[in-house]
């Protein structure tokens, strides 16, 4: 868990009290957070800044990026549109690769694309 830095700088304030011999489940009970977090900020070897979260540079873009657009003209078209059908066409139209689930080319993956496409679709056509 990253911590808010607002939350860091409050725990940061339970270091008088961890070296006056308080346990990490007492310091955690009394802030509200889990005893592994309150270890992993007030130990004596914690960064001395806030936390950070890990960049997110060199991230693979999904392979279903690419033919979003594609799913979107279909689901307009028809909104009840199964994530199978989906896939299948993608396959057999775009030559959409079934590798692995990782890959981001399995059917679970353009099925996933539609579902939550077709659902803002059927939203915003309510809503129209």
Not at 27 to 45: H, P, Q
């Amino acid at each position: 868990m990253i911590l808010p830095v607002e939350a860091w700088m409050d725990l940061r304030r339970y270091q008088p009290l961890r070296a006056a011999g308080a346990t990490w489940r007492e310091i955690a009970d009394e802030v509200g957070l889990d005893w592994r977090t309150v270890k992993r900020y007030l130990s004596t070897d914690a960064a001395a800044g806030p936390p950070t979260a890990p960049p997110r540079k060199g991230c693979v873009a999904r392979k279903v990026d690419a033919v979003a657009p594609v799913i979107d003209a279909w689901l307009a078209a028809d909104s009840r549109l199964k994530a199978s059908v989906i896939h299948e066409r993608l396959v057999a139209d775009h030559g959409f690769s079934l590798r692995s689930a990782v890959d981001g080319g399995s059917w679970d993956m353009s099925g996933r694309y539609g579902q939550v496409s077709g659902s803002c679709l059927a939203f915003h056509r309510g809503n129209a």
